[in-house]
Each structure stands twice: as C-alpha cells, then as structure tokens.
C-alpha cells in the first residue's frame, strides 16, 4: 500500500525566512498530494494541494513542488510569520479503493520565532 | 454553513465503557471518513463511507463500529472501550467527482481518554 514518509519531524526557523518539508511516496499510481496545517487544539485545513499533471502550485506565500519520477513532493513557505507555527502534514491518495481516503505522513512541527 | 461538527469535543471513558462519537456535515458531501491521531503516528484511517447506508474498513478498525443511516451523519461507536483507544479523533467529508481526487474536509476532532 501508499507509504508516506515526511521530513523532518520538527523544524524551527526564523520569522522572515523560509521553511521547506518534504515529503517521499511509494505509490507510483498516486496523483493527489494534499497538505494540512493543525493548529493546537483544532483539526487539520487543507491549505494547498497539487495534481499529478502540474509540477508546482503557488498561492502567495505558499508553494508545493512535485517530482513524479522521484515520487516526493514539498511544501515552500517563504518570508514566515509566528502564524505558520503549526503542525503541517502531506498526504497522497492510495490507489487501492478506501474511498479516496489519504494516507498522511506523521507531521512537522513548525516553530517560526520573532 | 457549519462544515463539519463533532460531538463530544472531550470525553473519559472507563475501560469496558461504550460510547458513540458523532459526526455531521451540511456540505451534501457522499464521502464521510473517520481517523484517530496519535503522536508521532498521523492520522491513521479507521473506517470510511462512500454513502448513505454503506461503510467499510479503513487501516485500523479493530475495535470500533460505524453507522450511516443519514447522509449528513456518520457515527464512530466504541462497544468496549481500551486504554490503546485513548486518541484524538476526526471526521471528515469529501465531495464526489469523476476523478480520484477528492478534498477532504475535516471537523474539530473530540479528544478521548480511556482510563
């Protein structure tokens, strides 16, 4: 089955720079790679997502990569404010049939201090 | 337009005790979908609905039941609750579409506590 594996599991950078995740999968038959952010005591919100057709999404301080041939995708946060501070987690969708459920990798947690 | 909701947001259980987690969603969604959240682990799947009247197993279903007699509702039951079902659980619903795509929305989670 799908395999997602995320890196790394905590990163801490300054406000103003940028902060890049990275996450690898098994399934070569995946094409939907959806990222979350949860904030403490809340559930996860979609925040960009990338098909398989298109090799980068953008969307203002946001951006997803995707290499199919590698089967790993990233998410790019630049210019960080302490508001990303969250755990962020990629997901991909497995091909067997669960309903398009996801399959996630285990999180990042995302500390951007002053 | 309240999304996705979750009753109870806390509760502690005995072990052996039951109990019903509930779910609804006003987004006319067929795809409801139940994970647990453990640290360190993800969000794992436990069960999932493609539709009104039919569920099926997700990654982790020991343990656990569910129910879709309503569209917009989708319940998670614990017969005999366990300390290994001491978890944060969410729900969450997707649209249906031609493609294997399908964004999923999630609700607050409702964090439980098996002692």
């Known amino acids: 089955g799908e395999n997602v594996e995320q890196h790394p599991s905590t990163l801490s950078v300054q406000e103003g720079d940028s902060a890049v995740i990275k996450c690898t999968y098994s399934?070569?038959?995946?094409?939907?790679f959806p990222w979350y952010k949860q904030e403490l005591g809340k559930g996860p919100q979609l925040i960009i997502d990338?098909?398989?057709?298109?090799g980068e999404k953008k969307d203002q301080r946001i951006a997803v990569t995707l290499n199919k041939t590698a089967k790993h995708f990233s998410l790019h946060i630049t210019e960080t404010q302490p508001e990303d501070s969250a755990v962020y987690f990629c997901?991909?969708?497995?091909?067997?049939?669960?309903?398009?459920?996801?399959?996630f990798g285990k999180g990042t947690s995302l500390l951007v201090t002053p | 337009n309240a999304g996705v909701t979750q009753t109870p947001k806390f509760r502690v259980l005995k072990t052996g005790q039951s109990m019903t987690l509930l779910c609804a969603q006003d987004?006319?969604?067929?795809?409801m979908y139940w994970y647990r959240q453990d640290p360190g682990m993800g969000l794992r799947l436990i069960h999932y609905?493609?539709?009104?009247?039919?569920?099926a197993k997700g990654e982790v279903p020991d343990g656990y039941n569910v129910s879709r007699l309503k569209k917009q509702n989708f319940l998670l039951g614990l017969e005999s609750a366990a300390p290994s079902q001491t978890s944060v659980y969410f729900c969450?619903?997707?649209?249906?579409?031609?493609?294997?795509?399908?964004?999923?929305?999630f609700g607050p989670g409702t964090r439980l506590t098996v002692t």
């Open positions: 987004m006319n969604h067929e795809y």
């Open positions: 990338i098909r398989s057709n298109v």
């Open positions: 969450a619903s997707s649209k249906t579409g031609t493609s294997r795509v399908r964004e999923q929305y």
């Open positions: 399934d070569s038959a995946s094409n939907y």
């Open positions: 609905s493609v539709g009104e009247g039919t569920t």
């Open positions: 997901a991909a969708n497995p091909v067997r049939d669960s309903g398009y459920a996801l399959n």
